[in-house]
């Protein structure tokens, strides 16, 4: 969401709220290139004059404010699967990726990434609240899970 708004504030000099930024990404974000271009009216504060001012934002164009964060992402994931040990990579490769929370909604993140992996990626069911469910499932079930956990101390 702040690279959107710090793209429009450099592009069209005009301050929008978190809330702006995060209806932009929801209507029209995508970090694929999409067939059709879509646009949104974006309403905010001219910087140079302090009164309100509506613009016309393409999705190329918030694409290409997203490109920062999405390129980070997918570094990171790239770095995580170096460092992943054979046996879970090999999983991995067999069953792919599995993306949660809030980015897994941006559209074409799952196409993106798996064409920079050359590994198969879905996004979870229900991305926003799965890593929670799974949580409060593991704690749960702590005791069991105890038996099978492998402790760093020494």
């Known amino acids: 969401d702040e690279a959107i ?11 929008i709220g978190e809330q702006t930024s995060e209806e932009i990404k929801r209507e029209i974000g995508s970090a694929y290139p999409q067939e ?15 009164l309100p001012k509506v613009i016309s934002l393409s999705s190329r164009e918030v694409m290409e404010a997203l490109a920062e964060p999405v390129t ?3 570094e990171a994931v790239k770095m995580t699967l170096e ?13 792919g990726i599995v993306m949660s929370g809030g980015g897994a ?20 069911e229900d991305p926003l609240s799965c890593c929670a ?5 593991a704690l749960d079930a702590l005791d ?3 038996k099978v956990l492998i402790s760093n101390r020494r």
């Open 5 to 15: 708004s710090q793209y429009i504030k450099r592009n069209y000099n005009l301050m």
């Open 36 to 50: 059709n271009e879509e646009f949104i009216e974006v309403r905010g504060r001219d910087l140079v004059t302090g």
């Open 72 to 74: 980070a992402i997918i």
């Open 83 to 95: 460092k992943t040990p054979p046996e879970l990579a090999a999983d991995i490769l067999d069953r």
């Open 105 to 124: 909604l941006l559209r074409g993140l799952d196409r993106l990434l798996s064409e920079e992996t050359d590994m198969p990626v879905q996004v979870a």
């Open 133 to 137: 469910r799974g949580t409060g499932l």
């Open 144 to 146: 069991d899970l105890s």
